[in-house]
């Protein structure tokens, strides 16, 4: 038998060396390499919704600060120059609830439906939306910020209306403390409404136009007395928003108020609001990426 040892028995009594590290040159370099591929910087956390909310609204309410006084002069001495008019063909009774809460609420739509589509029409056209989309913030947010600065200056104005329509037709203001709830929830509607209009208009002429026509659907079917007008008519005023909040504020010069009517329609706005809200955030984030 031969005296030499199989390949396995080999590998056994002569195991195979480790193998011999790299030179330190090598992995100097390879760090080094490392070191100079780029990477990316770690972004900041996004912004919480509603710190986000409240640094937009308060940069939006020091913008329209400056424009206050004529919005508050333009969009009151509208209202009750119409009710001024319309004093010579009303005498009282569920007429003169119409006008009086119709005019009221025509000062929120005035600025939360139309000045707000312009707003969000020029921002549109001079790319005043890639500025918002470069802010570590929520797109609610800036829709619901900028809504609420411009619906903010309406409540003195609708109060002012209201109580002068009170003085003309001889109304009780009894029930004035209903514009607490009414001029918030009516103005998210007409807000949510206004800046979708602004951000769906593929042209700022265009969403200016739209503003104007809302406002002045707000105008005929809210002042107007229902009673007047005809079936049809009827019906599209139902499904304006601001038709809630007048109904809600009409009740309240009843000798007894329905309560629970009022509840319902306060019910109506807020969910009107909530949905015509929730669109006007798809359309700015829609409106954003292009």
């Not at 390499?33 to 940069?59: K, N």
């Not at 998210?188 to 409404?193: D, E, F, N």
């Not at 593929?202 to 005929?220: I, V």
Request: proline share 9%; with cysteine.
């Amino acid at each position: 038998m031969s005296d030499r040892p199989t390949g396995a028995s080999r590998a056994v009594l002569a195991p195979e060396a480790p193998p011999l590290p790299a030179p330190a040159g090598t992995h100097a370099a390879a760090t080094a390499e490392h070191a100079r591929t780029p990477r990316p910087a770690p972004l900041a956390p996004r912004a919480r919704f509603f710190p986000a909310l409240a640094a937009v609204y308060r940069a939006q309410l020091s913008r329209a600060r400056v424009a206050r006084i004529p919005l508050l002069f333009v969009a009151t001495f509208q209202s009750v120059g119409i009710m001024i008019l319309m004093r010579g063909v009303v005498d009282g009774g569920t007429e003169a609830r119409a006008v009086v809460a119709g005019s009221s609420v025509l000062v929120v739509a005035f600025v939360a439906l139309n000045l707000l589509a312009q707003y969000f029409g020029q921002l549109r056209a001079g790319g005043g939306l890639d500025h918002y989309a470069t802010l570590p913030v929520p797109p609610a947010s800036v829709v619901l910020g900028a809504a609420g600065a411009y619906a903010s200056f309406t409540l003195p104005g609708t109060l002012a209306t209201a109580v002068f329509g009170c003085l003309l037709f001889g109304l009780p203001m009894s029930g004035l403390w209903i514009l607490a709830a009414v001029v918030p929830l009516a103005g998210a509607a007409l807000a949510g409404l206004g800046a979708a209009l602004g951000l769906l208009a593929p042209r700022q002429e265009l969403a200016t136009l739209a503003g104007q026509l809302g406002m002045s659907a707000a105008l005929l079917l809210g002042v107007l007395p229902p009673e007047r007008m005809p079936e049809p008519i009827v019906w599209a005023r139902d499904l304006l928003p601001s038709t809630y909040g007048v109904e809600a504020f009409a009740r309240t010069f009843e000798a007894r108020p329905d309560w629970s009517a009022v509840a319902v329609d306060l019910g109506v706005c807020a969910a009107v609001g909530v949905v015509s809200l929730a669109v006007a955030t798809w359309a700015y984030r829609r409106a954003a990426v292009r």
